[in-house]
């Protein structure tokens, strides 16, 4: 090389064809043992060996360009190894040899591996650069093929014999930046700051460049360094930099072909996990997105609170911590490994195995191969099953799964004897296969936890509805929405009323979300309360009306009640903006929409609601529903409400049938995203010989007469266990109306169903109230008496009356 061409360099001249800079280079690592740490494919083209063949091996037996390694490392001279060509470049074998500290280049003659001295030589190019510091790697170097430039630029023989490698220094290389920003993007498992240091490192050192004369230079762009669509359009004079050092300890691969692969990979994996926020179908993409192209086996484990979809676990794991095995994929023959490692085993790992080692610190593991000490004490901590013909000789990589710098649990990655072990490079792409399978598995864990906190919530809102009312029976079911964040605001209930009636309530707050679930709760007490006060459906909705005003302007919701009268045999309904009712005809099977006053929403206001009143008979059926189950984007509801009629009024033997089948006949049209309330009431009604009621006059005669008419009542219905509790606490009720009766009159009315309903009503509206009687008090306990005899019991008013009311249980007293 002509030293006098740094004077006389014309930067950006390109008569020797920018282009050229782009040739493939061999790039190989030789480790201070003298030992080949990386080949690349370029060098396994170049030079004819591969990959698995070079690793490990002596750098002196692979490489032509060695003579004077091989030298040193076998004590005595390989003759016709190396040949220097023209005198062009320095003296490379001073830095195979080690002798030199700085950057060397040159241009030799070289004889192919394993053959003949006098066989055809390879016209090569190469750079050598130092690699200096407490790690085990001592040189790296790029080649490349003079005859395949020659060949494919079209260069003549002389314009071929002036081609040499050289060096520009970085200060004075437009692309530098570009470099050391794009570094990082090729090689995705390095920082910023490791890649910064070792662009401006090996720079420093020299970039590479081909001198066609002592005026034309071009760039040499290592794959590994530069991206493809990166170009140099001026390079500076050659200057050697000495004593730059480049970050030891890491074995990257330099190639760009190999970075290429791996990174390809990543994003494939990427690409193929997280399709869903199913924690199991995580746990599966996961795990299968390793076999088989970069283990042959892969094991997932995870730890309890994680797989149970709870809060982030509590603390570091420890030799107590529980891991469960939760899925395995591998690509042996099927079920060789079934009853070995089955899925769902829950185990803690033992201290002195490498997967406690990376469950604890947080970091890969990598046994290169599975010793038969190794395997021995793993297979130990196995009872009854023998691991060794299953782990044996095989390389093993444990990679942590971690979000948030919390281990959530870890992979168990294993290739068979017959490929390459794990190396440092497969430990880096690893752990980043894992930091981005942690990061789904937390997405997943974490709406898992927030589904399961919004089931709760939803599930604590919903009624514990009894399906034995009085003279009705109730089936009920509800589906939470399809979307994400799928907690609602629909909700049914049923509550007890005096008179053996019963409200059915089904309501649907606009919206969804923990805002539209706390106003559902709200306005499910306040319906609660109204309805136990005995308020008029058409009142109770502007009640409810006025409420949702006060909690503020964005509360809206729709709203139908009901009140079932079975001794009467009687509906009375209103309706604030739902969707009307359902009723099926027991008589012929028919079924309708009842034509109810729509009314609007709760928390519009200043609109009026209306009550109506509709007979029907025993064994009639009621079906309430939200318009999650009828509404479907893209349809008329009115499909949907059709459908509804169509499938209420399906014969079924029971009601719990009933309601799946009108659930199977809507929930499967798809594009439902909404939760969904339904209600069912069989109104059974009340036979007239069940019901006894008589008038008596407020006057004390009035509670022995009640005595006897409830006891002759009971021995005519063959209950004579329950006579005497009747008679003690129809004595006591009537007694207080009796003394606080404003009236002439007072109403007893006896009820049976599945159990003895016992009504007092007088002129009174005050409310009764239990008292704290005294040793020596004579009134005040017979409230006291009710409450611990009767099942249940209560008081309501309506108008200037009230009522009270007992239940007594038909099997005997409480």
Not at 141 to 163: C, H, K, N, P
Not at 204 to 221: A, I, K
Request: charged residues 25%; negative net charge.
């Amino acid at each position: 090389m002509d030293r006098g061409s740094e004077r006389d360099t014309a930067p950006g001249r390109d008569t020797g064809d920018t282009a050229a800079g782009r040739i493939p280079l061999a790039v190989v690592v030789v480790d201070r043992d003298g030992l080949v740490s990386h080949w690349s494919s370029g060098a396994r083209r170049l030079f004819g060996v591969g990959r698995e063949e070079a690793v490990g091996r002596s750098a002196a037996d692979l490489l032509p360009v060695s003579g004077a390694l091989a030298d040193d490392l076998h004590g005595e001279p390989m003759p016709d190894a190396y040949e220097a060509y023209d005198a062009l470049g320095p003296d490379l074998e001073s830095s195979l040899g080690g002798r030199t500290s700085y950057a060397t280049a040159g241009r030799a003659r070289l004889v192919p591996y394993e053959q003949p001295a006098d066989g055809e030589r390879l016209d090569v190019l190469w750079w050598a650069y130092p690699l200096v510091g407490p790690g085990s790697f001592r040189l790296l170097v790029l080649a490349a093929d003079a005859t395949r430039l020659r060949e494919e630029r079209g260069y003549d023989d002389e314009t071929a014999e002036r081609i040499s490698p050289g060096f520009a220094r970085h200060t004075e290389l437009p692309a530098f930046d570009e470099l050391e920003r794009r570094l990082p993007e090729i090689l995705p498992n390095m920082g910023p700051g490791l890649s910064g240091r070792i662009v401006s490192q090996v720079l420093e050192l020299g970039y590479p460049v081909l001198e066609f004369s002592q005026y034309d230079r071009v760039p040499v762009t290592p794959y590994w360094g530069v991206p493809r669509r990166a170009r140099v359009e001026a390079v500076a004079p050659r200057e050697r930099a000495a004593a730059a050092l480049v970050p030891a300890g890491a074995e990257l691969d330099l190639e760009y072909a190999a970075v290429r692969e791996r990174l390809e990979f990543l994003n494939e994996v990427s690409s193929g996990i997280g399709t869903s926020l199913d924690l199991g179908e995580t746990i599966r993409e996961v795990t299968s997105a390793a076999v088989p192209r970069f283990a042959d086996f892969a094991g997932t484990h995870l730890r309890a609170a994680v797989l149970a979809g709870e809060g982030f676990p509590d603390g570091p794991p420890d030799a107590s911590t529980v891991m469960f095995r939760v899925w395995v994929e591998h690509n042996d023959e099927p079920g060789r490994w079934d009853d070995t490692v089955p899925v769902g085993e829950a185990f803690a790992f033992p201290e002195h195995t490498p997967f406690y080692k990376c469950m604890v610190t947080g970091e890969p593991v990598v046994v290169p191969r599975v010793t038969e000490e190794l395997s021995e004490r793993i297979a130990g901590e196995f009872e009854k099953r023998d691991l060794r013909p299953l782990i044996g000789g095989r390389s093993l990589l444990i990679v942590p799964l971690k979000a948030r710098n919390v281990v959530l649990g870890f992979m168990v990655l294993m290739r068979r004897p017959d490929r390459p072990a794990f190396d440092d490079m497969d430990r880096t792409t690893g752990a980043e296969l894992a930091a981005r399978a942690g990061l789904v598995l937390d997405n997943a864990r974490m709406y898992t936890y927030q589904e399961n906190v919004a089931d709760t919530l939803q599930d604590s809102m919903l009624p514990q509805v009894n399906p034995r009312m009085a003279g009705c029976d109730i089936a009920t079911r509800y589906l939470p929405g399809t979307r994400l964040g799928r907690i609602g605001g629909d909700w049914f209930d049923t509550i007890k009323l005096p008179g053996s009636r019963t409200a059915l309530v089904v309501g649907d707050v606009m919206g969804h979300g923990l805002n539209s679930a706390a106003m559902m709760g709200q306005l499910r007490t306040a319906v609660q309360t109204m309805a136990t006060m005995e308020t008029p459906p058409a009142q109770l909705l502007r009640n409810l009306d006025d409420l949702a005003r006060r909690l503020g302007e964005n509360y809206l919701a729709t709203c139908l009640y009901a009140v079932y009268d079975p001794i009467r045999g009687e509906l009375t309904l209103a309706n604030a903006g739902h969707i009307p009712p359902v009723l099926v005809r027991a008589e012929d099977g028919s079924s309708e929409l009842l034509d109810l006053p729509t009314g609007a929403p709760i928390g519009v206001g200043g609109v009026p609601f209306e009550a109506v009143r509709i007979r029907v008979a025993a064994g009639d059926r009621l079906v309430l529903c939200t318009d999650g189950l009828v509404e479907v984007r893209g349809s008329d509801i009115g499909e949907g409400l059709a459908a509804l009629c169509e499938s209420a009024a399906h014969p079924a033997a029971s009601m719990d049938d009933a309601c799946d089948t009108i659930i199977r006949a809507l929930n499967t049209r798809g594009g439902r995203k909404d939760d969904v309330a339904l209600l069912m009431a069989r109104l059974n009604g009340i036979p007239d010989d069940h019901v006894a009621e008589w008038r008596l006059d407020a006057e004390p005669l009035a509670v022995p007469r009640a005595r006897r008419l409830v006891r002759e009542r009971l021995l005519t219905w063959c209950l004579p266990h329950a006579v005497e509790t009747a008679e003690l606490l129809v004595s006591e009720v009537v007694t207080n109306a009796v003394r606080h009766a404003q009236g002439d009159r007072i109403g007893l009315r006896v009820v049976r169903t599945d159990a003895l309903l016992f009504e007092v009503t007088d002129d009174e509206p005050a409310l009764p109230a239990m008292l704290n009687a005294g040793p020596l008090d004579e009134s005040g306990r017979g409230l006291r008496v009710v409450s611990r005899l009767a099942r249940e019991w209560g008081a309501s008013t309506s108008g200037h009356r009230k009522t009270v009311w007992f239940e007594q249980t038909l099997t005997g007293t409480r």
